[in-house]
């Protein structure tokens, strides 16, 4: 029977925020890729919360930015409300949040990849993957065409044999109602690929019109918003927002949860998979949380083009009787009508030790995989993954060396580093405590850490390279000249310090040790400083923390040295760990399966003690020891 035949250089099955990626990296490296999706029009989809970025998340987008990635890009066209988050703290753990118009996020993404070069957009359920002797070759798509290839993409998000579900309804199809896709699975298992079964949930919508806000506390943007991306122009983001809202649930609210535990199907058993422990159901907030009196529940607009408002801190899986009475306890809430019920959603995803630190399968060469497909959850983390499985799979098939970052280089390596070396049961995600060297790790460096890669890459241009290497050189020429210019105790520098409540002088002292005082900072020193050039906020921003945390940079970039050394000694490929004498029985099962690419990544694995990682390091000087004296 004759059936449609096509060759491209490289598959990406799903157009969620990984598939988007994972597309765009590699068809902007050349590649002919085409990316499939089982609904054109959810394309960049967003299925849950209606914002990108927020704690650690917001460092992601910007390293993904800095990288030459696009979702900083689209959420800075699209956004209704942006803020800094936790400005009260250090800048480690400043994190930026934009609330989406989600309809125009979807349309923006879809304009770009329906206009960039060697990319095409089909619309069909890939139900079988292609593979001869441990290579991938292709995909086959439920109509039974095939579309050869060199490599593949998985993103395939939550969709896989995915339901929906909230009280007793239980319904075969991805978010929003959207066709699941309930064929690749069957595949992926006769290629010996191990699944897990993972759920996720998201609270109702609710009609604006019903909303009493004079019950709530209104939540304004900032007043001059910081862009996501590195590349857009702070000043054509600056705009009237959107409002957002907060109220809280009550005992009443908890009460009504309690009485129907039994009619939740979180708790009943009709649900299998793992949920997100960091990002839980109302019903587990009020059952894990009991001698809590409230919980915050954050009132945010889908869009501009619709009166749906986002419940954003109860999501539920409930009966839509209970869905009503308990959001109508909650003040504002009382006359609320729901648009679309919350349900949780259950769905296929791997185990995500199977997969390499560049994100290709290691038993299927070829093969890459990102999103939620890897047993993540968020938006975010899904687009990370996706663009890094996109450029390592250009990078394969022209023969350059694959991309990893490290824990010590940018939240996606500690992401990724997490999700292929620890044992996750339960959907993953970021948060700013899983990255050991967050104060060098800021979301505001993203671009000095990370755009030389993506120029290297060849996802950043020379242009945009070029402005990155001026304001490098202009940090570091300010830095230096602050640490020259003495100021004396004169009567105006006294008079300053006073108003500022700052120790006064007793003698001369560099301006570099007054930014360093708690109470001060670059800014503020302007009127003592004739002499400052002119240079722009992000400048102003990294000479004032380069000099007032110096001494705690210094003290991680040593931490992070050691952690290289680590880092540097690699282990050999599919090694048989049970050779090692001395290891204990329970590393040697840990150490097989995970196959870990450094001692570093070794010692990260849970299960394997300081101890085996000493008994490793022996055995690999007795290696290289053996080698030295064949060579001889």
Same mark, same amino acid.
């Not at 242009?463 to 940090?475: A, G, P, S, V």
């Given at each position: 029977m004759p059936y449609l035949e096509e060759t491209y250089d490289i598959v990406v099955v799903g157009a969620g925020h990984a598939g988007c990626e994972a597309a765009l990296a590699c068809a902007r490296l050349g590649m002919e890729?085409?990316?499939?999706?089982?609904?054109?029009?959810?394309?960049?989809?967003?299925?849950?919360?209606?914002?990108?970025?927020?704690?650690?998340?917001?460092?992601?987008?910007?390293?993904?930015d800095a990288l030459g990635g696009e979702m900083g890009k689209n959420i800075?066209?699209?956004?209704?409300?942006?803020?800094?988050?936790?400005?009260?703290?250090?800048?480690?753990?400043?994190?930026?949040?934009?609330?989406?118009?989600?309809?125009?996020?979807?349309?923006?993404?879809?304009?770009?990849?329906e206009n960039t070069e060697h990319l095409t957009v089909r619309q069909a359920e890939v139900s079988e993957l292609v593979v001869e002797d441990g290579v991938i070759r292709g995909v086959k798509t439920f109509s039974g065409a095939v579309y050869r290839a060199k490599a593949v993409v998985l993103c395939t998000g939550t969709y896989l044999r995915a339901r929906c579900i909230y009280g007793d309804v239980s319904n075969p199809t991805g978010p929003n109602g959207l066709q699941a896709a309930n064929h690749l699975t069957e595949s992926l298992r006769a290629n010996g690929v191990?699944?897990?079964?993972?759920?996720? #949930? !998201?609270?109702? &919508?609710?009609?604006?019109?019903?909303? $009493?806000?004079?019950?709530?506390?209104?939540?304004? *943007?900032?007043?001059?918003?910081?862009?996501?991306?590195?590349?857009?122009d702070p000043e054509s983001v600056q705009k009237d927002q959107v409002s957002c809202w907060l109220t809280y649930t009550n005992e009443e609210t908890h009460r009504i949860i309690r009485e129907n535990?039994?009619?939740?199907?979180?708790?009943?058993?009709?649900?299998? #998979? !793992?949920?997100? &422990?960091?990002?839980?159901?109302?019903? $587990?907030?009020?059952?894990?949380?009991?001698?809590? *009196?409230?919980?915050?529940?954050?009132?945010?607009?889908?869009?501009?083009?619709?009166?749906?408002?986002?419940?954003?801190?109860?999501?539920?899986?409930?009966?839509?009787?209970?869905?009503?009475?308990?959001?109508?306890?909650?003040?504002?809430?009382?006359?609320?009508?729901?648009?679309?019920?919350?349900?949780?959603?259950?769905?296929?995803c791997i185990n995500s030790l199977q997969l390499k630190a560049t994100l290709e399968f290691k038993k299927i060469e070829g093969?890459?995989?990102?999103?939620?497909?890897?047993?993540?959850?968020?938006?975010?983390?899904?687009?990370?993954?996706?663009?890094?499985?996109?450029?390592?799979?250009?990078?394969?098939?022209?023969?350059?060396?694959?991309?990893?970052?490290?824990?010590?280089?940018?939240?996606?390596?500690?992401?990724i580093d997490d999700l292929v070396t620890k044992e996750n049961h339960e959907p993953y995600r970021m948060m700013t405590s899983r990255a050991e060297y967050r104060l060098l790790l800021r979301q505001d460096n993203a671009d000095l850490r990370l755009r030389g890669i993506g120029h290297e890459i060849g996802l950043v241009s020379d242009?945009?390279?070029?402005?990155?290497?001026?304001?490098?050189?202009?940090?570091e020429e300010e830095i230096r000249r602050l640490g020259k210019v003495n100021i004396g105790a004169g009567d105006e520098v006294q008079k300053f310090l006073e108003e500022h409540n700052s120790t006064l002088l007793k003698s001369g002292i560099t301006l570099a040790e007054l930014v360093k005082r708690p109470e001060?900072?670059?800014?503020?020193?302007?009127?003592?400083?004739?002499?400052?050039?002119?240079?722009?906020?992000?400048?102003?921003?990294?000479?004032?923390?380069?000099?007032?945390?110096?001494?705690?940079?210094?003290?991680?970039?040593?931490?992070?040295?050691?952690?290289?050394?680590?880092?540097?000694?690699?282990?050999p490929e599919a090694f048989d760990y049970g050779q090692v004498k001395s290891l204990r029985r329970e590393a040697v099962q840990k150490l097989n399966q995970v196959q870990p690419a450094t001692v570093g990544q070794a010692s990260r694995i849970s299960g394997v003690s300081p101890a085996d990682i000493s008994v490793l390091l022996v055995h690999l000087e007795q290696m290289k020891g053996k080698e030295s004296g064949k060579e001889e």
């Open positions: 890729t085409i990316m499939f999706t089982v609904s054109v029009d959810s394309i960049a989809l967003m299925p849950c919360n209606p914002n990108v970025g927020g704690s650690s998340k917001g460092h992601l987008v910007r390293e993904l800075d066209k699209t956004f209704i409300q942006s803020k800094m988050l936790n400005e009260s703290k250090g800048p480690a753990v400043h994190s930026l949040r934009a609330q989406a118009d989600k309809q125009e996020y979807s349309r923006q993404m879809r304009r770009t990849l191990e699944m897990f079964r993972f759920k996720t #949930g !998201t609270p109702a &919508r609710v009609d604006k019109r019903s909303i $009493d806000f004079s019950r709530m506390e209104e939540q304004f *943007g900032d007043k001059r918003v910081v862009p996501f991306s590195f590349s857009t535990l039994d009619r939740s199907p979180l708790f009943s058993g009709a649900i299998e #998979g !793992t949920g997100p &422990r960091y990002c839980p159901s109302i019903e $587990d907030k009020v059952v894990k949380f009991p001698d809590k *009196g409230r919980h915050q529940v954050f009132v945010e607009p889908e869009g501009l083009y619709t009166n749906e408002m986002y419940l954003g801190g109860m999501s539920s899986s409930l009966p839509e009787d209970v869905q009503y009475a308990m959001y109508r306890t909650v003040p504002g809430l009382e006359k609320v009508k729901i648009v679309r019920n919350a349900y949780a959603i259950e769905y296929d093969l890459f995989s990102g999103g939620q497909f890897n047993g993540s959850s968020g938006y975010e983390e899904a687009a990370v993954q996706g663009f890094m499985a996109g450029v390592n799979a250009a990078m394969k098939i022209m023969g350059r060396e694959q991309i990893v970052l490290d824990r010590s280089q940018a939240y996606i390596g500690v992401l242009e945009e390279y070029e402005r990155l290497l001026t304001k490098r050189r202009q940090i001060l900072n670059y800014g503020l020193l302007a009127c003592l400083d004739p002499d400052r050039p002119e240079l722009s906020e992000d400048v102003q921003e990294q000479v004032n923390i380069e000099i007032k945390y110096e001494g705690y940079i210094k003290r991680q970039m040593q931490q992070v040295a050691q952690f290289k050394k680590l880092e540097g000694k690699k282990l």
